[in-house]
């Protein structure tokens, strides 16, 4: 028997590292392994190459593995010096300080022109939004910044041998910083139409222009070029990456006409489009894709946490959560839960919190309860697909991932909330999957 050609894909989420290795030729997933994350809304980066180490030991290594390809939280702002070190601990993508300063950015350039150039319209999540309350609140580490990436970026830049300059093989080559279109265009900075840099925007949010990671081409590689912590061999091609929903697409295989649902720690909804959308309103940002189409995406900030949540006040699982759900009758008695328990980001309001009404004597019931954080949840996922349909986005379909789409009481009324036929694929590390299919594909096996 011939023997077989292994490739690794990385998730480098909010909450873990997770490692795929898979098998180029079928697919098939031969090992992987998991390492986790501190909590929180702003973390050391270096704590990301910690559980990208021990997941990769976790998954048995990667001395055998021909490429690799990471897929990471999107957003995220990793600000470096010089000298290739972490000015500050990285703002995720859910840490909301930066409000104000979206609202700035807006006032400055106007919400349709910056939907034009960029493809959105800033909220706190976005690394441009970060910069811009960096430039304000700390100014003198602003005034230190020489480059700025978004968290796969830095993993791969660091997995390659690069990274500060008195702890790395190769020390801080700031130009050997790679990304990929989907997390560029999710910077707020990124040009969708031109498939460049829009330095303007840069400036204006950070106060000064920096070095960018270069955006590789969907099928384009880089090589690992000195031996690190993580395990590959000098010479291992490493593809351009993804943003995590982008690869969570590669992943499940969404094609024209799909709609992804992800019930994570956030919810996302984004379909895959051959045409670029511009909504001036920011509902939907204008994401590129990770092989060279679109993915227009809407967002929120509450999703499978407001199921445990729920859970955890009625002293229940989330399975026996989703029991409850499922004595209730529709509409759970008249009982309604707008889940914004973090704030939201869509619709932008970042100070939001939660809210239940319709409570009777009646309709108060454990039963009803349940059944009003599963409907308020997909509601708002609801509210995602009529964005892009407003928009002119062809959907034929929902692929339901993620940990919340596990529950039993989700996938029975996700059609019936949703509006479309709706598939559950089996559970799979869909981020780690999809940046594995893309490590096979630069090494020359086709696209699944």
């Known amino acids: 028997m011939a023997e077989r050609t292994l490739v690794a894909g990385v998730d480098s989420s909010t909450q873990s590292c997770k490692v795929v290795i898979i098998d180029a030729s079928s697919g098939e997933v031969v090992r992987q392994g998991r390492a986790a994350h501190p909590d929180g809304t702003e973390v050391d980066p270096a704590h990301w190459w910690r559980a990208l180490v021990e997941a990769i030991a976790d998954a048995g290594g990667v001395s055998d ?38 609202e700035e950015l807006i006032a400055e350039f106007g919400a349709e022109a910056l939907a034009q150039r960029t493809g959105l319209v800033p909220v706190a999540s976005f690394t441009a939004t970060k910069l811009r309350w960096l430039r304000d609140a700390e100014p003198e580490a602003a005034a230190r910044v020489a480059a700025v990436a978004l968290p796969h970026d830095w993993l791969t830049w660091r997995l390659r041998g690069y990274g500060p300059r008195d702890s790395s093989p190769r020390g801080p080559v700031l130009d050997e910083l790679i990304t990929d279109r989907s997390d560029a265009s999710g910077t707020g900075y990124w040009d969708p139409a031109s498939g460049g840099y829009d330095r303007e925007v840069l400036v204006a ?11 590789l081409a969907a099928d384009e590689s880089v090589a690992v070029d000195a031996v690190t912590d993580a395990g590959f061999a000098v010479g291992v091609l490493v593809g351009p990456g993804a943003g995590d929903n982008a690869a969570a697409a590669l992943g499940v295989g969404a094609g024209v006409g799909d709609a992804v649902v992800s019930i994570g720690t956030s919810g996302t909804v984004f379909a895959v489009s051959a045409d670029r959308t511009v909504d001036p309103s920011g509902t939907v940002a204008g994401f590129a894709s990770a092989d060279g189409a679109f993915l227009p995406l809407v ?29 209730a009758q529709p509409g759970a008695g008249g009982m309604t839960l707008v889940p914004y328990f973090e704030g939201e980001r869509t619709p932008n309001l970042p100070d939001a919190t939660a809210s239940l009404t319709g409570m009777t004597l009646a309709s108060t019931t454990r039963e009803n309860l349940a059944r009003a954080a599963v409907e308020g ?14 928009l002119g ?12 789409a596990r529950s039993a009481a989700v996938q029975s009324l996700a059609a019936t909330v949703l509006g479309l036929p709706v598939e559950v694929p089996a559970p799979a590390e869909y981020v780690a999957l999809g940046a594995a299919r893309q490590a096979a594909v630069i090494i020359g096996y086709p696209r699944s």
Do not use: C, F, K, Y
């Open 377 to 390: 949840m997909l509601g708002g996922l609801a509210a995602g697909l009529d964005a892009l349909r407003d």
């Open 205 to 215: 949010a950070l106060g000064h222009d920096a070095v960018l990671p270069r955006v």
């Open 299 to 327: 967002a929120t900030l509450n999703a499978a946490r407001v199921l445990t949540a729920i859970a955890a006040l009625l002293g229940v699982d989330v399975d026996e959560l989703s029991a409850l759900a499922l004595r």
């Open 393 to 404: 986005v062809p959907l034929r379909r929902v692929l339901l991932i993620g940990g919340g």
């Open 65 to 102: 593995v021909a490429a690799v390809s990471v897929g990471g939280q999107q957003h995220g702002m990793v600000v470096l010096d010089t000298d290739g070190e972490v000015i500050r601990p990285a703002l995720l993508w859910n840490d909301t300080r930066s409000a104000a300063a979206a």
